[in-house]
């Protein structure tokens, strides 16, 4: 029997003749389907301003320097994501630090940060950016974190690489309505995919601006941000230094076509979290813990073991579901537990949150593709391994 991937995308013939369209037309980079994949996304999400590059990472780093975060800065975000959401800041030769998740969301907890904060500007070193990641999909405490946003004057971005589809109090999450800038990721396992890619959303012109000179060598066209009048009709200028992380148009003609089919994407996502909600609730297993204030994307389906009630370890467990074919995997490793990160000092005890939920999450599979059947054999393997 084929494995079951914990995730996997959804190619339709409207995906690919999309794309064959674009190889066959006259751009393949820098043509009409880049401009058009972003107004899908910003109307979508009800933004301002939305930028495709080249990967959510592209992005997290555009972000971060439109932010102005800098050497000598500090940003500070979950130790549960993946390794980008911090990395931004070393490109920046900023500095990292971590807050402890929420035992409930696996998100980054206010709780935390709200005391992180109160020690942090005693000593003087408060954050200048805050990444908050909406893990699995689901949407961070946003409106007390811009509550501490302006309370202690740090810039917030939202990762939101597993939440594009989901909404926060009713509103498309992307909105900017608590953040500065949102990040979409389109890598192939996430909800809508461009192969490689990813977004950032914004409703500063200002930001919006900055971001698209970063994202393309820091040139401009536009006479108004030059430092004198255009040589002429070839002219150009180098403003900023920027970087190529730019998006091709054979990748938006696919974002754009995924993006016309993404509530029905979320809706078999939550479709299938509702049977494995019922199919899993009487095994000694912590399902995930949906907050009312959030409708999730769901990129991910978590389930923590409750090692105290299963005579087996974490990790038989998971290879024993690897063995039977189903191709569990563990979002995320606590960044700080990174030889990379460890190097920089970091305590394990002021993360015993992360630290739990390191010993017993398992990621299985949930993509929209999945079928009933496959759900089903999923959900018998469990069994069996729990037995
Ligand atoms: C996937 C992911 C990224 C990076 O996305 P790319 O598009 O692969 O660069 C960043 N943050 C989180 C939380 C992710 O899951």
């Not at 959303?201 to 000179?213: F, G, P, S, V, Y």
């Not at 199919?279 to 995930?288: N, V």
Request: hydrophobic letters at 40%; a negative charge.
């Amino acid at each position: 029997m084929k494995p079951i991937p914990y995730g996997r995308q959804d190619i339709s013939d409207k995906d690919v003749a999309a794309v064959v369209e674009v190889l066959t037309s006259d751009f393949l980079t820098q043509g009409p389907a880049v401009p058009r994949f972003e107004a899908a996304v910003a109307g979508h999400c009800g933004a301002r301003h939305a930028l495709a590059m080249n990967s959510a990472t592209s992005a997290l780093h555009a972000a971060c320097l439109a932010l102005g975060l800098g050497p000598g800065d500090l940003l500070w975000t979950t130790p549960v994501t993946f390794v980008a959401s911090a990395n931004c800041a070393l490109y920046c030769e900023a500095e990292v630090d971590f807050v402890d998740i929420d035992p409930r969301t696996y998100n980054l907890s206010a709780d935390a940060l709200t005391a992180k904060l109160e020690t942090a500007e005693r000593k003087g070193r408060l954050p200048k950016v805050v990444v908050a990641v909406h893990l699995c999909g689901q949407p961070c405490d946003m409106r007390r974190l811009k509550v501490l946003a302006d309370r202690y004057g740090f810039a917030l971005i939202e990762d939101a690489s597993h939440a594009i589809g989901g909404s926060y109090m009713g509103e498309p999450i992307g909105n900017g309505r608590y953040s500065d800038i949102t990040i979409f990721s389109f890598h192939p396992v996430k909800i809508i995919t461009t192969a490689e890619g990813g977004m950032a959303l914004t409703n500063h012109d200002k930001l919006a601006e900055r971001m698209n000179l970063l994202r393309s060598h820091g040139i401009t066209r536009d006479p108004d941000l030059m430092t004198h009048e255009p040589d002429g009709g070839w002219y150009y200028q180098q403003v900023k230094l920027g970087y190529n992380y730019r998006m091709t148009d054979v990748q938006a003609a696919l974002g754009h076509s995924q993006m016309e089919r993404i509530e029905g994407f979320i809706a078999r996502r939550h479709e299938l979290a509702r049977r494995y909600d019922a199919m899993l609730a009487d095994l000694p297993l912590t399902l995930p813990w949906q907050h009312p204030d959030g409708h999730s994307g769901l990129h991910l389906y978590v389930i923590r073991l409750q090692l105290d009630r299963i005579g087996r370890s974490h990790r038989a467990v998971f290879d024993a579901l690897r063995e039977r074919g189903i191709l569990v995997n563990l979002h995320y490793i606590p960044l700080y537990r990174q030889p990379y990160y460890a190097a920089f000092g970091y305590d394990r005890t002021d993360f015993p949150e992360a630290e739990a939920y390191y010993r017993e999450a398992i990621s299985i599979p949930m993509f929209h593709a999945m079928t009933d059947a496959e759900q089903t054999r999923v959900v018998e393997a469990i069994e069996a391994v729990l037995a």
